[in-house]
């Protein structure tokens, strides 16, 4: 379809390729009802004899960057007359097209292009311009760009601008990192991880901890970027919007929470350092996700009415099309639905594997009523996290990665793999798993472990984030294969899990006097009861980072005492290494002592101690709660 446009002519001041906004093909260039009609695009400008003014257009949000590769990196802005979304909020019905843009009776269609150039260069004056290009936008993806910038050295730091045609408005400059090559023999990378970002909870201040500090080549994010959730509760400290007393549901609701996430000072810098590569995990769409809903919605009657009339795929249409407008990821090919889940060659070093462990094809999952039900049927051979598709491509992913001889397999899956018995926390005997994890998917869990056993790969690091605290533990399979806590033997691999940069985590609502003491008595309860947890941790919000060489990996893991103002203050938890071909965490873990949580065989020092990263100062803080709000979720 697109190779139409290129060959419609627009009258306007120069012939109008919009091909190179690739947004223009999110989520799907092979579906039509996920995607846009490329021919009524341009059909509608044509006659206009010029672009939008451009006194009439900012860059709303800033710039971002992500999914590099070895010769190019994906680069975003928005470049509209407003700061407000585009309202497709009607869902259009009959015999139009899903999203009728180009009518004014659903809604207000741009009529002139807006036309914008980029650049790329070495230096941040923008002086050495190593490649440069063009692309268009309009109302229908919401004034967002994201081109493809080509042609660039493997593993090479560059900077960035967008400019609107014709014109001095230009974005600030943002800086970016392609991936190696391959079989580039590098000698280290670094990465920071995070996940679950709720807005009216508090600033994102670990977002710009990380960029402050400027120790990570690249950014990983495992989802929960946003939170689908009602705003009739939530602070006044940081309202998001659109407010609402139900959740988010049309492409508008969606379009407009992720604008407004994007208006924190530290994600923006934090996009404008760093290209990251990020993938969703339940929020994105809705709470508890699977393949036919989630805990507030399903393919059921009353569902349907309590939505207004929006439908389970109709909702998931809207959110996963906003999510590919607004965030800096390639367009991967959806000929097989909803796909998220890609790879990364980080040179020799290592392979990253972003799984979808939410919304691709997951079978049911726990929705605060069938609780008991999915116990029952957590063992079930014909269970799947991923569905098929997903999973076959994640085993030949792993085996081929060994084949390859690439030293580390990072698996980014949003949610805890290891098995974890909750008791101790909220769980009760009765149902002491968490059965939305990969502990109610226990055929997909075994067929994982299998396939790392039977192929002899080693050195696998899972990642996790959703849960909102700490959990670093040996990977091993339980009831299987032999395991010694004290020592490691037994393991191949490990995990490190982390909190949230603001969600509100399990120990939010303690009333006693000493949270951080209650929390902590809560940790020591865990990995009590929990063999392969080495580290549990409840209390911070924060995120951890990957320091990958070939001899090692080193997991440092980072606490923000206080979200209730923005700030720059920061708390080393605790460190772990991972030897190459250890396949376990090194003993003593954490060199024998962590600053919060409960460590197993190790010393807990609460020490205190904070860096604010923007003055480099430290202090002892007392704080004694973390978050603006007190509600788990």
């Known amino acids: 379809m697109l190779s139409l446009v290129s060959l419609s002519l627009l009258a306007t001041a120069a012939v109008a390729d919009w091909s190179g906004n690739i947004n223009y093909g999110s989520p799907s260039q092979s579906h039509p009802s996920l995607g846009i009609s490329m021919p009524k695009v341009v059909k509608r400008q044509t006659g206009n004899s010029s ?66 150039t980029y650049e790329v260069a070495t230096d941040e004056g923008m002086s050495e311009v190593v490649t440069s290009g063009k692309a268009y936008t309009s109302s229908d993806i ?3 760009v994201k081109v493809e910038a080509g042609g660039l050295e493997p593993f090479t730091q560059y900077y960035y601008q967008f400019c609107v045609c014709g014109s001095s408005t230009t974005s600030p400059v943002g800086r970016t990192k392609t991936a190696p090559t391959s079989d580039d023999d590098l000698a280290a990378v670094s990465v920071a991880v995070f996940s679950c970002s709720n807005y009216p909870n508090g600033f994102f201040n670990s977002y710009g901890n990380a960029a402050r500090k400027d120790d990570v080549d690249y950014v990983i994010h495992l989802g929960d970027y946003i939170y689908e959730y009602n705003t009739s509760s939530k602070s006044d400290a940081r309202i998001v919007y659109p407010q609402f007393p139900e959740e988010i549901l049309t492409l508008y609701d969606y379009r407009k929470r992720l604008a407004t996430y994007r208006t924190d000072e530290d994600l923006l810098l934090s996009h404008s350092k760093f290209a990251w590569i990020p993938v969703w995990d339940d929020h994105e769409v809705s709470n508890n996700g699977y393949r036919d809903g989630s805990s507030s919605m399903n393919n059921t009657e009353e569902s349907f009415d309590w939505a207004g009339g929006v439908s389970v795929d109709q909702r998931k249409m809207n959110a996963v099309r906003a999510y590919f407008e607004w965030m800096p990821i390639r367009q991967v090919d959806m000929d097989n639905n909803l796909r998220i889940w890609r790879s990364f060659s980080i040179g020799s070093l290592f392979d990253l594997i972003m799984l979808d462990t939410r919304n691709y094809d997951r079978s049911i999952t726990t929705l605060g009523w069938n609780d008991e039900y999915v116990k029952e049927i957590s063992n079930d051979a014909g269970r799947t996290l991923m569905g098929s598709d ?109 909190t949230a940069v603001s969600s509100s985590g399990p120990c939010d609502e303690e009333e ?53 103002t923005r700030n720059g203050y920061e708390v080393s938890l605790a460190n772990f290494t991972v030897v190459n071909g250890a396949n376990r965490l090194s003993r003593p873990v954490a060199g024998g002592t962590v600053e919060d949580g409960a460590l197993q065989n190790g010393e807990l020092s609460m020490s205190k101690l904070t860096v604010d990263t923007n003055t480099g100062e430290y202090f002892v803080h007392n704080f004694s709660r973390v978050t603006l709000e007190t509600t788990y979720g």
């Open 142 to 144: 919401d004034y967002t």
């Open 51 to 116: 672009y939008m003014d451009p006194a009439l257009l900012s860059f709303t949000h800033r710039v971002a960057s992500g999914d590099p590769y070895s010769d190019s990196v994906i680069l975003w802005t928005r470049a509209a007359p407003m700061m407000d979304n585009d309202k497709s909020n009607i869902t259009v019905e009959g015999l139009v097209p899903l999203y009728n843009h180009d009518t004014q009776e659903f809604v207000r269609a741009s009529s002139s292009p807006v036309c914008l």
């Open 390 to 498: 997903q999973e076959n491509w994640f085993y030949n992913s792993l085996i081929e990665s060994n084949e390859r001889g690439a030293t580390w397999r990072l698996i980014g899956s949003q949610i805890v793999f290891s098995r974890i018995n909750y008791t101790a926390s909220w769980a009760t005997l009765d149902l002491p798993l968490n059965y939305d994890q990969w502990d109610g998917y226990m055929s997909n869990k075994n067929r994982t472990l299998k396939t790392l056993y039977d192929n002899n790969i080693s050195n696998n690091v899972m990642l996790a984030g959703d849960s909102h605290a700490n959990w670093v533990s040996d990977l091993v399979w339980l009831d299987e294969k032999n395991y010694d806590p004290a020592t490691g033997a037994g393991a191949l691999g490990v995990e490190f899990g982390g």
């Open 512 to 564: 006693e006097d000493a949270p951080i003491a209650a929390c902590n008595k809560i940790s020591s309860g865990l990995v009590r009861d929990n063999q392969e947890l080495q580290w549990s941790e409840g209390w911070y919000r924060g995120y951890f980072e990957l320091h990958i060489t070939r001899e090692k990996i080193d997991a440092q893991f980072y606490g923000n005492p206080s979200l209730q």
